[in-house]
């Protein structure tokens, strides 16, 4: 029984990831629909994280306020920089990759994740490479396997195939995806990327600061409470049409509500969980999850389509666009 009791326990930190990965590929669906209504980015980030902070602060409270968390200012400019890369940057990168170019296309960009962490963790002492290793071996070659994967992703488009019918769950009528231009997929690619090294070094930074404020509650809502300073600043400054900030009755609504609960609150809390118990690398390699959920509910949802196949763009076709604009 002792065994089987610690089975479960080690894959706790699994199943957590796992839940997050889920509520990320409903965040990726929603920002595509909101995108597609008109609604300003900026301040759907500034709501969501402002909501994450209501929900975030008093669930620290209530949990650990016997064990009285040292708030140090280390702790302070720590969560500072986890708010920075893992929420304001991060989050108005990985929407600009989902406006450009689709949610799957933005879902794949975040298999680079685990290959980024590993580099940045190696390069800042938190992982060591042991090449000689099965571990290490396994760790290279699925570093290698991943940065390939989005690479084919992002150059190559294939014939386009037909799974099941989507025209009866399609939110979106009439909207065709089949093609994303040179322009717009360099763009999401590169505000994928800018994504992807903004999440590692927040895992990063997390993983430094779980070493010594080891209460995932209240460092969740530390990061959280800077971000929410950081984004709403952010919004202010780049949305004066104040008709963007108001809310109704509507997909707006329930997206500023879920992304503020499900994938900012919740989902903070699990990662830096996770990365407290299994380290930065362990909670990336979990991203690839997504891309499958994303795939499959962009498809229903979005009438997203399924390719395989061909060589999709060259650098010279992408060039050549930009410079006619």
């Not at 669906?29 to 969501?48: F, H, N, Q």
């Amino acid at each position: 029984m002792g065994n089987i009791g610690n089975v479960i326990n080690g894959l706790k930190p699994a199943f957590g990831m796992i839940i997050v990965q889920v509520a990320y590929a409903g965040l990726s669906i929603l920002y595509k629909l909101v995108v597609e209504d008109g609604m300003s980015m900026s301040v759907l980030i500034a709501y969501r994280t402002l909501i994450a902070t209501s929900f975030v602060v008093p669930l620290a409270f209530f949990m650990e306020r016997k064990s009285k968390p040292k708030i140090t200012p280390e702790v302070l400019l720590q969560s500072f920089f986890c708010g920075l890369f893992g929420v304001t940057l991060q989050q108005n990168l990985y929407v600009g990759a989902v406006a450009f170019a689709s949610a799957t296309y933005a879902s794949a960009m975040t298999n680079l994740i685990p290959g980024v962490t590993f580099i940045l963790a190696l390069c800042f002492g938190l992982e060591r490479l042991k090449i000689r290793t099965l571990t290490g071996k396994a760790k290279v070659v699925g570093t290698l396997m991943g940065i390939g994967g989005v690479m084919i992703i992002t150059f190559y488009k294939t014939r386009e195939i037909h799974i099941w019918p989507t025209h009866h769950l399609n939110f979106k009528k009439n909207n065709d995806q089949s093609h994303i231009s040179p322009t717009n997929l360099f763009l999401g690619s590169a505000f994928g990327f800018g994504n992807c090294l903004c999440y590692s070094m927040w895992l990063i930074i997390q993983a430094r600061m779980s070493e010594k404020f080891p209460w995932q509650y209240s460092s969740a809502a530390l990061v959280s409470g800077m971000a929410c300073i950081q984004v709403i600043i952010f919004a202010l400054c780049m949305e004066r049409n104040w008709n963007q900030w108001r809310l109704g009755w509507n997909i707006k609504l329930l997206a500023v509500v879920y992304t503020g609960i499900v994938p900012s609150g919740i989902a903070l809390v699990l990662i830096s969980w996770c990365v407290r118990l299994r380290g930065p690398l362990f909670a990336s390699i979990f991203n690839p999850l997504s891309l499958v959920i994303v795939t499959i509910a962009a498809s229903l949802i979005l009438d997203e389509r399924f390719f395989v196949g061909r060589y999709k763009y060259s650098l010279g076709e992408v060039s050549n666009e930009l410079n006619s604009r």
